[in-house]
């Protein structure tokens, strides 16, 4: 069984976390597989969703996979998958090509909850929660939780979460900034597509903003007023920036191509 799925809607690439028996816990072959579907969303597609199988979104890293051993001894190190795979993984997400959402149908924990982070946009179903249960275990968050929380819910909202270990409901995230929108279980995909199809038919544009929105968070102004230079010269010359001036000059809707 295939542990990531991918389904097209137009130029929307749905990809789903299919573990079901697990909530969709991430082990090292689940990452190898999102990997190679992530070449297929950059080569064909203009936005992408994220989502799991079933009923959860993903409950983190599946322990039965392994990762345990030598634990207790001096040689133990529970950073070292951090290092190879998920560490370059999350960067993948975080440079993607294209913009995309996060359609988080359950739980989304540890690891689970990061994918979600790096989304561009979060939309949780109800009965979705997230939690950061690496305190009960003896270890601290990863996939890049620590840095995100702090800079989207503040540091003492992102220190309750963490340290308390336990789980943040759909409306208290949204109440908090965490996510964009929450809605009823049976309508998640149908809003997570309409937003999905609104962004796969935008400019070239659209993912030089989410990258100049990942420098911001992690660099200085300064940074920011000069990649925006950079950039503007780049999309300057694309044929979605001829259209969208010529739409907005002749009063009618831009037909971007992407390119």
């Not at 689970?112 to 979705?128: I, N, P, T, W």
């Amino acid at each position: 069984m295939a542990l990531i799925d991918l389904e097209w809607r137009g130029d929307v690439a749905i990809v789903w976390l299919n573990d079901p028996q697990t909530l969709n816990a991430v082990s090292i072959a689940m990452m190898e597989e999102l990997g190679a579907v992530l070449d297929q969303v950059e080569t064909k597609a203009r936005a992408m969703i994220l989502t799991g199988a079933g009923k959860g979104f993903c409950s983190g890293a599946n322990l039965a996979c392994g990762g345990l051993e030598g634990i207790g001894t001096a040689d133990y190190d529970a950073g070292s998958g951090l290092e190879n795979p998920i560490n370059p993984l999350i960067k993948r997400l975080t440079g993607l090509s294209v913009p995309w959402i996060a359609a988080v149908n359950g739980a989304a924990a540890g690891i689970g909850a990061s994918f979600a982070l790096m989304a561009d946009m979060v939309v949780a179903s109800e009965k979705a929660y997230f939690m950061q249960a690496f305190a009960k275990v003896g270890l601290v968050p990863d996939g890049g939780s620590t840095h995100l929380l702090v800079r989207t819910i503040g540091r003492v909202r992102a220190m309750e979460m963490m340290l308390l270990a336990g789980k943040l409901p759909a409306a208290k995230a949204l109440e908090w900034g965490l996510v964009n929108r929450v809605v009823a279980g049976d309508a998640l995909m149908d809003e997570a597509v309409a937003l999905a199809s609104q962004l796969s038919v935008g400019a070239a544009s659209l993912g030089e903003i989410r990258k100049l929105a990942w420098m911001a968070v992690n660099g200085s102004f300064e940074d920011s007023l000069q990649a925006e230079r950079e950039v503007q010269f780049r999309v300057g010359q694309t044929k979605d920036h001829v259209e969208g001036v010529m739409a907005f000059l002749e009063k009618r809707p831009a037909r971007f191509k992407g390119a």
